[in-house]
């Protein structure tokens, strides 16, 4: 029913910002609630951020709060996660998913998607 794909991902320098961008398809999309995750190599998929269909509710991880913005234009059905004072650490490919369920702090999760799209890269060097 919905489908993603991420776009935006690239190399920057520490400190930098870059911007990536969720497209989606599907005709319920606005009720879905948009996470971001991302996974380094040898590393378990790491929750990032979750929008909800509103933007009423948004909530980040500890590891991005203050330098990561999430954001959704749902007549372009479109989501974005802006990341700003990029760390090393910050590298990995980018996932962003949609979930049907009941916003709430559970969509940390993994399972708490319903969809998920490709990964676009993102490298911070030092």
């Known amino acids: 029913q919905v489908q993603l794909v991420e776009s935006g991902g690239g190399l920057v320098q520490a400190g930098g910002s870059l911007g990536l961008s969720c497209s989606a398809s599907?005709?319920?999309?606005?009720?879905?609630?948009v996470g971001w995750f991302r996974q380094a190599p040898g590393k378990e998929r790491e929750f990032v951020s979750a929008i909800s269909w509103s933007s009423g509710n948004i909530f980040y991880a500890d590891s991005v709060k203050g330098r990561f913005t999430t954001s959704r234009d749902n007549a372009k059905k479109m989501v974005y996660l802006q990341m700003n004072s990029l760390k090393p650490e910050d590298t990995g490919v980018y996932y962003c998913a949609a979930s049907r369920g009941i916003f709430s702090k559970g969509l940390v999760a993994t399972t708490a998607y319903d969809y998920w799209g490709q990964g676009t890269q993102v490298t911070v060097s030092s």
């Open positions: 599907g005709r319920t999309f606005s009720s879905y609630a």
